[in-house]
């Protein structure tokens, strides 16, 4: 069959699959794939500059960058460390389940901070305190990062993906989301992995190798994916400021509160909130922008003006035409199956932002196609595009984690393929009945 492209189809489907295949390569940082990518869509005439100058001034952008400086204040403030303290605490008091109670309070806490900070200071701790107790790390370090990223599926701002989804469902002309309407979703999702990772984590994991011994999370393996940052903007230990921890966590909360009530969108609230912690001087003007993260918000960017361009030139359009003519006829529930799934595949071998930017205009689309509402859709997207833990390079706080716990890729396998079926069903059940067709 013949397939009649454009010249601006055949130069997004180029850059497309050359940006796609550095990603997978991994040779050279995702942030400079990205703009690379826009870069030659500007350059051919794909994208208009007016376009290219919407992506970089996006919502997601806006709000991301405020969010990253506001964690930065209340990381720099002590407050992290202090939390883990108390946690500290308590799992040298009570063992395994003290354990367990810390990992849980760090997925709650990922449903509205970024979870590699988070990760990255309770991963240490972890370790020690099971080695302390006569634990194995290892039935430890692993779940903690995937209920970090559960937590994250939680709330609009648990994750950038999920600001990101929210953004291209606009920019594609769906509803878009409030701040806690995923959250039924994800708690039901973050639940049922969490039950999961509790009962059969353990006999799961390999543990025919001694226990661990004197490591501990200094260095880091050179890491080309700028999916989630890099962790070292983070100091291990800050002291703490009690005046300044009080402010910055009283500032996240009135940020939270303002978009959950409506009182502006999330982007208007979290800048709001940023400004009013530099000029009370909660954190300089030079610290704020050391928080930003400027190569999350760049790939972030780049993958948006790719985005931009599959949706401009029709090929989301096309690539809609056939899936539809593929499984439309199923019905939209069996279609929202497949589509999770193939959400689901695709992330474990690109990042968050590159899935997020590719798929939700398809998802958009279909829905359209079949005649249904299109938040189940973008809602699987939301799921499927941070929920995937069969690798142990998916997502960094697993990358963290694999080397800190000496684990074999294969275990990542082991117990990360189940919990994604385990999460693909549970999804499957709670989307169409929060999200009704």
Not at 242 to 250: D, E, G, Q, T
Not at 304 to 319: C, F, K, R, S, Y
Request: contains cysteine; glycine residues 8%; aromatic residues 8%.
């Amino acid at each position: 069959m013949s397939i009649g492209l454009s010249f601006e189809q055949a130069i997004t489907l180029g850059v497309l699959a050359a940006v796609v295949a550095a990603l997978i390569v991994d040779k050279f940082r995702a942030d400079v794939v990205a703009l690379t990518g826009a870069a030659v869509l500007l350059m051919s005439g794909a994208v208009e500059p007016v376009q290219v100058q919407a992506a970089f001034a996006s919502p997601a952008i806006i709000a991301l960058a405020a969010l990253f400086v506001i964690a930065y204040a209340m990381e720099r403030s002590g407050l992290l460390d202090q939390a883990i303290r108390g946690g500290v605490w308590l799992a040298q008091r009570t063992g395994a389940a003290g354990i367990w109670v810390v990992m849980g309070l760090c997925g709650t806490a990922s449903a509205f901070l970024n979870n590699t900070p988070i990760v990255v200071l309770t991963a240490p701790v972890i370790r020690d305190v099971s080695a302390k107790v006569g634990l194995d790390p290892r039935r430890f370090l692993m779940p903690l990062s995937y209920i970090t990223v559960l937590g994250g599926c939680c709330t609009l701002i648990g994750t950038s993906t999920n600001l990101l989804v929210n953004d291209m469902a606009r920019a594609s002309g769906a509803p878009t989301f409030a701040m806690f309407e995923i959250t039924p979703v994800g708690l039901a999702v973050a639940l049922a992995g969490a039950a999961f990772l509790l009962v059969f984590s353990r006999p799961l994991i390999d543990r025919r190798r001694p226990p661990l011994e004197g490591e501990r999370l200094v260095t880091m393996p050179p890491d080309h994916s700028a999916m989630v940052g890099d962790p070292t903007v983070f100091v291990p230990v800050q002291r703490f400021r009690p005046v300044h921890a009080l402010v910055s966590f009283s500032v996240f909360v009135a940020v939270v509160a303002g978009a959950a009530l409506d009182v502006a969108p999330i982007a208007a609230t979290a800048f709001a909130g940023a400004v009013v912690l530099i000029l009370l001087g909660i954190i300089s003007a030079d610290e704020a922008y050391q928080g930003l993260r400027p190569e999350i918000l760049m790939l972030i960017a780049g993958m948006v003006v790719i985005g931009l361009a599959l949706e401009q030139t029709g090929l989301a359009d096309a690539a809609t035409r056939r899936i539809v003519g593929g499984i439309g006829a199923l019905g939209p529930l069996f279609a929202l199956v497949l589509f999770y799934g193939a959400t689901l595949v695709l992330t474990e071998l690109l990042s968050n932002a590159t899935v997020a930017v590719l798929i939700t205009p398809v998802a958009v689309a279909l829905a359209e196609s079949l005649g249904t509402s299109p938040k189940p859709f973008v809602a699987a997207v939301m799921i499927a595009a941070s929920a995937a833990f069969a690798t142990p390079f998916g997502y960094q706080t697993n990358a963290l984690v694999y080397q800190l716990g000496g684990y074999r890729y294969m275990d990542f396998v082991r117990v990360g393929l189940p919990l994604n079926l385990v999460t693909w069903a549970v999804a499957a059940i709670a989307i169409p009945l929060v999200f009704p067709f």
